[in-house]
């Protein structure tokens, strides 16, 4: 009786440890999303900001302009 109880108790934890595991796993895969998520917000963030402001000032440079495009281009492509 005693060994049927240690090795029930056993099984359990190897149950638990193989959840905590998948559930490390997901964190991990849910945080590195995350931080996608942010540089993503950061590129969009950046690229509005150089368009109100060189818009705000009357006209964009074709300098500003550009960088705005190129800003809005990487997140199109590497956003989704």
Do not use: W
């Not at 440890?17 to 931080?35: H, T």
């Not at 950046?46 to 190129?70: F, N």
């Amino acid at each position: 009786m005693p060994n049927e109880k240690f090795s029930d108790l056993a099984d359990r934890i190897r149950r638990y440890q193989d959840d905590f595991a998948k559930q490390a796993k997901e964190l991990s895969e849910l945080r590195s999303e995350l931080a996608r998520l942010k540089q993503i917000m950061g590129t969009v963030r950046e690229a509005l900001r150089c368009i109100d402001t060189y818009s705000y000032k009357g006209g964009m440079t074709s300098d500003a302009e550009k960088k705005a495009h190129a800003q809005l281009a990487e997140f199109m492509t590497k956003g989704f």
